[in-house]
């Protein structure tokens, strides 16, 4: 029995000695050095409130592989932050679904087997207000909110600390992301008051987000193991990070977090803003802010991420980075420069590798992946930064399976189109699958857009022009389970606005499998408009003596004419 007693008593010690040696927060940041954001990923929902692993795909990425993870780790970079959504997960007591949670652990081991470290958070649960707000973004900074999802938040906390309380230091957790008010309330709370800033409102907005990082520090130390002193981070109010001169008010999200007093003792706590400036003005709002941010949490023991970060128009169809690549790439490179002197992580958000290349995996602006790990390693680091081969052997955009319905799409980013012309094909193998559903919606369809969902697009099947739809049933006259590879084709104005806008498809009933670009499609050999072997026929049966570039029959089988 003693030495049963000594033996259970030295694992325990064991065990505290493990969490004791964790690093501190100041020493993790500074580790973690440049890092991204493998953005609307996990932290994809379709606003329902039940949704299975497919939700991963639901806005236009590829299901996440390790060899992403391996990707990024050879090009530089040191950290990924994967932000996560739970709302959708969970059932009606918060009970994260078991399928989900060992997807969220998949993607995690991805990331830390690289020996990266791993920033885990609760991503869309927080956000802008909507008429479903209570069951989608049902973290918001009141107190009326926090008294009655205190439970609930806790209880989500719990089970993800437990899954994860065996991880060493190299994983992180951040409590909530942009947290608002019940105004959906950004740059400072109560900002959307109606008649003005409110003083009675906005106090009652920090003094919710205090108490929403006091629950996740307690709850997360209290599951012991690692997680006894794993570094944990906290972020201001809306992420906000104090820039700005136009309202007194701006400075509030600094200046009222309230640091939780930590179970696990000091220096286990980081804080984190975003930084989305516009382009011209971006140095100066940058250096402004890290001023700040040293006043208020680094001169104080609390380093500083900065979580997300890119110029204010990140997300529209023509970006800074392609209207001025220079200036862009100057501005990567100052922001990086600049926090590495403040011992700041920096996450970028998205960008680099996006839609198809995930897949490949390659990056899509490779040279702005390039500019970010120089920019904190030095001039001579070298870095592995892998692009798409855009030849005749064709470039895998997708591959997998995606279930095409409404809310989702498969996308083609703008660059990827930038050295193709409109002898380009896009192939997709799919499989025709409607049976599980009834009445008007037994069919399958395809619809390309452009990316900015301006227009459909129009494209020609085997000769065959569409306007809007492609509906595969009618096409080939077979039923729905049939499995096909179609080539679709576009003319030269088309593919001239891909270059600006990028091209997705979205549809119903279609399980796609694979998209390919590339100069000749499968099962199509290609032949020169000289060759007369036989007689060449355009797919409405029509001779053609000279044939221009397209798909024809000759002798019974299919040639494309390059």
Not at 32 to 55: E, F, I, K, P, Y
Not at 109 to 123: E, K, P, S
Not at 324 to 335: P, W
Request: aromatic share 12%.
């Amino acid at each position: 029995m003693k030495k049963s007693l000594l033996f259970v008593l030295g694992l325990l010690m064991s065990f505290a000695a493990q969490a004791q040696d964790f690093e501190s927060a100041k020493d993790a940041v500074k580790n973690m050095g440049v890092g991204w954001n493998l953005g609307n990923t996990l932290d994809a929902n379709g606003n329902g409130v039940h949704q299975g692993l497919d939700s991963e795909t639901y806005w236009g990425q590829p299901k996440t592989k390790p060899e992403l993870m391996k990707m990024m780790k050879e090009a530089g970079f040191g950290a990924i932050r994967v932000p996560v959504t739970w709302y959708n997960h969970m059932d009606a007591n918060g009970n994260v679904d078991a399928e989900w949670m060992a997807r969220v652990k998949e993607v995690v081991d991805y990331v830390i087997n690289q020996g990266l470290y791993c920033i885990l958070n609760v991503h869309h649960d927080t956000g802008d207000d909507s008429k479903n707000a209570s069951i989608i973004h049902w973290i918001h900074a009141s107190m009326n909110t926090y008294n009655n999802t205190k439970e609930k938040y806790e209880n989500l906390w719990k089970q993800i600390a437990e899954t994860f309380k065996d991880y060493d230091q190299h994983l992180v957790f951040e409590g909530y992301n942009e947290m608002l008010d019940d105004l959906s309330s950004w740059c400072f709370a109560s900002y959307n008051a109606q008649g003005g800033y409110n003083a009675t409102s906005a106090t009652d907005s920090y003094n919710a987000l205090n108490s929403y990082a006091k629950s996740f520090v307690n709850t997360v130390r209290a599951t012991g193991g690692n997680n006894q002193k794993r570094n944990l981070v906290i972020n201001t109010y809306a992420a906000s990070n104090g820039g700005g001169t136009w309202n007194e008010h701006l400075i509030e999200p600094l200046s009222k977090l309230v640091i939780p007093s930590d179970p696990g003792g000091k220096g286990h706590i980081a804080v984190q803003v975003h930084a989305y400036p516009n382009l011209k003005s971006g140095g100066t709002e940058i250096l402004n802010m890290f001023k700040k941010l040293k006043e208020y949490f680094i001169d104080k023991g609390y380093p500083v991420i900065l979580g997300e970060w890119a110029t204010s128009n990140v997300d529209a169809s023509v970006t800074d980075y392609d209207a001025d690549r220079n200036g862009y790439l100057n501005f990567a490179a100052y922001v990086v420069k600049t926090a590495k002197q403040y011992d700041a992580a920096t996450f970028y958000w998205m960008g680099l590798t996006d839609g198809i290349s995930r897949s490949v995996p390659a990056f899509n602006q490779a040279d702005l992946a390039k500019t970010l790990t120089v920019a904190y390693h030095g001039g001579d680091f070298e870095g592995v930064y892998p692009t798409m081969n855009s030849g005749d052997g064709g470039v895998v955009v997708f591959e997998g399976e995606q279930l095409l319905e409404w809310g989702t799409a498969i996308n083609f980013p703008a660059n990827l189109f930038s050295d193709l012309d409109n002898s380009t094909f896009v192939e997709v193998t799919y499989q025709q699958k409607y049976d599980q559903f009834t009445g008007d919606n037994v069919y399958g369809m395809f619809q390309f857009w452009y990316n900015d969902w301006s227009s459909k697009i129009k494209f020609t099947v085997d000769g065959k022009e569409y306007d809007a739809d492609f509906n595969p049933e009618n096409h080939y006259s077979t039923p729905t389970g049939t499995k096909h590879t179609t080539a679709f084709s576009f003319d030269e104005s088309t593919f001239s606005t891909f270059k600006k806008k990028g091209m997705l498809f979205q549809g119903h009933g279609i399980l796609v499998t694979k998209a390919i670009l590339t100069k000749t499609p499968s099962g199509i050999r290609p032949v020169t408009a000289t060759q007369s072997e036989g007689a060449v026929y355009n797919l409405s049966g029509q001779r053609v003596q000279k044939p221009q570039k397209g798909i024809y029959i000759q002798d019974g089988k299919k040639y494309i004419v390059k």
